[in-house]
């Protein structure tokens, strides 16, 4: 303890003697101004990554993006929309995942294509894209599997596209 | 002098733990997870439907060498399209953030070896299997 005492003081009476009060306020004043000036720098904004991608085109068309990977009838164009069930349906917790290109910034971007169940099927705006589609004895990278069997009833409607995360580049 | 010798334990203590993360590429386990387990384990590993419910609880497999085993012979790792790296990095960062506080703070990694080794002999019949692991590891739940 006693050589903690002397440790501390030993250093307070060093920065008293190589300090003053006025220095103190100059390099404090800096900091702040300083500090706070370091996130308006370019630099600092062009390294945040967006999570979420820039929107660009239409939802309900086939071509849309994030539909690379889809195969089924868009929600889009059944009541719901790319990323919710229409009304009376159930969102099956279990879906299969694929990543799609954003082409405005033209980065890769995880998709899950969660089903819509509990009602018959929807029968508007059929797509077919299947980029990454594996053939079913690879269940988990197939979407002819019909994912609504997590959902309570297994009758499908339709398929959303929600966006989960950035894809990792190796 | 002897400021000097507790600043290096720190340092040490703080290089030692930094060493360890970086053994985990957070973002490319992230994304294997998404990519091969979120569709039916869901987001944060909640589950469904028959699927395992992993979230805060799958840590507790590591309590004993058999469960340490079934989490690589299981189906879905065995069977992974993951090289024995990235598998071995992705269970790790399962046990970390799906895992929460049921993984002991001191767990020791999965290695690459260690993977190539367990998942030669997957599990076929792994629900059984896992019904009779939990039977042993924690008798009391399983009662």
Known sequence: ?170 | MKCLVLILLILQVVSAEVAANQSINAKRAKFNYQILCQGCHVGDGRGGKGVPHMKGRVGYFLSGQKGREYLVRVPGSANSALDNVELAELLNWVMIEIGKKSTPADFAYFTAPEVERLRASPLFEAKEYRKQLVKKLFPLAAQ
């Open chain 1, 1 to 170: 303890m006693k050589m903690l005492d002397k440790l501390f003081e030993k250093s307070a009476r060093s920065i008293a003697q190589t300090s003053s009060r006025r220095g103190l306020l100059k390099s404090l004043g800096a900091v702040l101004v300083g500090g706070a000036a370091i996130p308006l720098l370019p630099v600092a904004r062009a390294s945040d990554s967006p999570q979420y991608p820039q929107d660009v085109g239409d939802p309900s068309s086939c071509d849309y993006w994030r539909y690379c990977a889809v195969d089924g009838f868009l929600c889009e164009c059944c009541g719901g929309s790319y990323n919710s069930c229409p009304p009376g349906t159930e969102m099956s917790p279990i879906t299969w995942i694929g990543t799609c290109r954003n082409p405005v910034d033209g980065r890769n971007y995880v998709i899950s294509y969660n089903d819509c169940c509990g009602k018959t099927q929807c029968g508007s705006c059929l797509c077919q894209r299947d980029e990454g589609d594996r053939p079913i004895y690879r269940s988990d990278k197939s979407n002819d599997v019909n994912w609504c069997l997590g959902a309570t009833s297994s009758v499908y409607h339709c398929s959303t596209a929600v966006v989960v995360g950035v894809a990792f580049e190796k």
